[in-house]
Structure formats: C-alpha cells, structure tokens
C-alpha cells in the first residue's frame, strides 16, 4: 500500500524540458520543409515563366520562318540594353526585334535571366535555351544548358531547353 508521501504530485522540471527541448525540434523540422517548399515552389514559377518565352520565341520563329538564320545566334546570347521599341522603322529586322523583346521578356521575368536560340548540336533541330540565377562561369552559364551530348540534367542547372522543328 502506498502511502500519500511517495506519489507524485506534479511534473519534474526535467520532464518539462525534455518535452520543450522535443517540441522545438519538430518546430525547426518542420520550418526547414516550409524554406525547402517555398524554393521549391519559387524555381516551379521561374520554369513555368521560361517555358511562356520559349513558345513566344518559337512561335516568333515560325511566323518569320523565311529568315530564321537571323534568329540562330550561338555565340551571341541576347541581352536587353533597355525596354525594346514595339514598332519596326524602314530599316528593321524582324528578327533582331524578336530577339530584343525575348531578351527583354527574359531578364524582368528571370533573375539574371538570358535567351538564346541556336542549332541543336545532338539533334539537328532548333532549340530555345533559357538560363537564369547565379552564374559561377562553368555549370551555370546558358552555354553549359546545352552540349553536343544533350541538354544539361543536372539537378542544380536553371537552364530550360525547348526544341522545335522549324
């Protein structure tokens, strides 16, 4: 028989902290997926807002099909000194104007975004690269989207490749 001096009357101050120190660390856990989902969710925008200028771009391309080699730029990325003209003058290309609006469209929508259309090198069609974020020279450059292997897989590459037939 237990007599009123030997039962417990309350929690221990160890008991108390044991279950404040297990409640902050499923409170961190769970702030750690909120930050990986916000990135997640944030990269999902920057694909979504890439692939909307690469159809622009090969819808522009197809509707000025007779002078798609004005639009094939492979050394030159496209980059917008200011917001383009929306009209052509008497001495306009097309082409050049397409390439301006793409940029621009590319730069305000992605961070450090670019554009660049060229000839697939692995598969003989044309393909709209787009590139955006932190650029170290090497993975992360637009040149680096694509190559003679195949378009770039790696999980940390912001590139977006479309290829059309033109």
Same mark, same amino acid.
């Given at each position: 028989m237990l007599s009123m001096k030997n039962a417990q009357a309350g929690v221990s101050m160890v008991e108390v902290l044991i279950a404040v120190l297990v409640l902050a660390v499923g409170a961190l856990g769970? $702030?750690?997926?909120?930050v990986v989902?916000? #990135?997640k969710s944030e990269d999902a925008n920057y694909r979504s807002a890439a692939m909307l200028i690469a159809q622009d771009a090969a819808e522009r391309i197809q509707?000025?099909?007779?002078?798609i080699a004005d639009y094939l730029n492979g050394a030159a990325v496209a980059t917008p000194a200011s917001v383009p003209a929306q009209t052509c003058g008497a001495n306009c290309n097309?082409?050049?104007l397409d390439l301006a609006?793409?940029?621009?469209? $590319?730069?305000q929508t992605l961070p450090n975004? #670019?554009?660049k259309i060229d000839s697939c090198d692995f598969n003989g069609l044309t393909?709209?690269?787009l590139n955006w974020g932190e650029r170290d020279g090497g993975a992360n450059s637009?040149?680096?989207c694509t190559s003679g292997a195949g378009v770039n897989l790696s999980e940390d590459a912001n590139c977006l490749v479309m290829e059309f037939v033109r």
């Open positions: 769970f $702030a750690g997926v909120q989902a916000m #990135q509707a000025n099909a007779a002078n097309v082409a050049d609006q793409l940029a621009w469209a $590319a730069s975004g #670019q554009v393909c709209v690269v637009i040149d680096a």
